[in-house]
DNA sequence: ATAGGGTTAG
């Protein structure tokens, strides 16, 4: 529906809808004006509150009511409306009214194209939002700073970083608009959000030297990427040269630098930065109180958490949506579900309305305890609340069905998926190709697997790996390696759990030795052999009584560091024929830690 | 309250 909204958009630009009212043959480009443009003439429109715009019906509600006015809105008020439908996230059918305001002929200005350009890149259909661009271009329109802006961030938001970049240099070299703050801001997080860190350091340090000085929030975004990609550091290292340069962090970029020492367990130093903050007067906002619940809520500390929801309503901060699903998501860890019910039922009370995320997290943790029947009441309640059903929301609800083998349902529901126009991703290929395997229709998840190869979905490791287990449970393991050895050609690595399911195969059949070829040629490919790769073929060995090619593993374990489990040692233990000191020593070595004592 | 801006949740 998205993509049809914005291809309609520009099927009415080509067609007569778009030319209404144009004097297109005299030639003139200029916007043709009303007249009666002079403000004498202009009724106050202000009556009109847009504010009062919180979902999708009161946004057709005023877009009806303002066709029908009798004096026509101005261009002004259509653009406010357009406006407040993105702040509600309805981009269809903002790009549905802009159509709508072509064909009726209302005389659109360069703010509704950006507006309608926005939507496009929201809707990651750039394309379109070029084709927008260049009609009104053809109309006398020139796009500046703010639109060039907008295209740039949907290049990105479509992966085009390339593009972007060129774009970008384009400008700046041509001169065809005046770069300014937004524009940088746009640039730096672009290529910190699709990976390129450095080239975003780089680009900052060049601006530092030009008059194209960065700002908090352009130094924010570069900081935020940083901790991204483990650089903490260097965040540090930024933090403290922007701050010679006289910029002081503010809230935002405090809650980054938190939200990235939390993703690395450095609570200590979350602490540090809270005073500082304080110290500095900068108060915490819902995010930053957010993020630190959420690091509360990780560790399951939810005593802790609640605290923290009080303090954050002491100091009149109000919590939101993602601050009570925080909490749910919180207590879906602990397995207390119920919990977290409560947790949703207190924000509707406090007239907060839930939203799909927190419908979610309920989902995942019904069908984590596996209470499926809850769960799948929970579904279908959605859409009965006016929501819509996401990839999500699906995945969770199939892989909860799948784990109760009801494997019919879970098809019928990605059936389901399709119809509704949700697009499934990695993780739903992975739990239906998961389920055939586990239903033992080894054939048919073969045929799927080249079904989505085929769709140009790229197959991560979790799906190689969830049919190469469900060969190897099916006894077909030769063809388990066949599939094995197109993965380097097929852009996957493949890993030591991967190669566990094989070697665990090999050796369930009695195939010891062929196991011991494929864990040497494993590590002819880089591949580490992990723990469970050692007990599975000592275990092997041992099951033959074949002690001495055990304790060949043993000495490599401890070379390496890697623990035995404790049946493996059992078995070594029974098959001892003497007090062998030497053996003994070997084993405490590779010996649980915490067992040792 | 006419467009484009950095941090949080499944």
Redesign the pocket.
Known sequence: MNRRAAVSAINLIHGRGFLNGWSHKSGILSPPFSLFSSKAFQPKQ?R?????VKELKDAIELFQKMKSMRREPS??MY??L???T??IEQYSFALYMFDEMLRMGVPV???????AV?CCSLLKDIKSGFAIMGLFFKRGYEP???????VI?GLFLDHKVVEAGKLFNKILRFGICE????????MV?GLC?SGNVLPARDLVRRLERSRLRP???????LL?GLH?SGMVDDAFQLLSTMTEKGIS????????MI?GLCDLGRLQDVKVLVNEMSNSNISL???????LI?AYCKERKMKEAEDLLDIMKQRNVCP????Y??LM?GYCLRGEIDKARQVLDSMVDKGLKP???????LL?GYCKKERVDEAWLLFLEVPLKGMEH????YN?MIHGLFSKRRFSEGWKLFKDMGARRVSPDMYTYNTLLDGLCKNGDTDEALSFLHLIEGKGVNPDRVTYGAVINGLCKNGKHDVARDLLNRLPSRGVQPNARIYNMIIGALCQEGSTEEAKCLLTEMQSRGCAADDVTYNIMMRSFLKKKELSKAIQYLEEMREKGISADVSTFSMVVDQMQTEDDFLLKLMKDVWPKDIVS
């Open positions: 202000s009109i509150d847009f504010s009062c261009i002004r653009n406010n357009l406006s407040v993105v702040k200005d360069v703010y509704t194209m950006t507006i926005n500046n700073v703010a639109t060039f802006t907008t961030k770069p300014n703050d937004v524009m940088i801001l746009a997080d959000k700002n908090v929030k352009t130094y924010s975004a935020d991204k962090p503010d809230v935002v970029m405090y809650s980054s939200q906002d819902v995010v930053t109180f957010n993020i959420d939101d949506v993602v601050t699903n925080t998501e939203n799909i995320v927190s419908y979610s997290c995942n996401n990839t999500c929301t969770t």
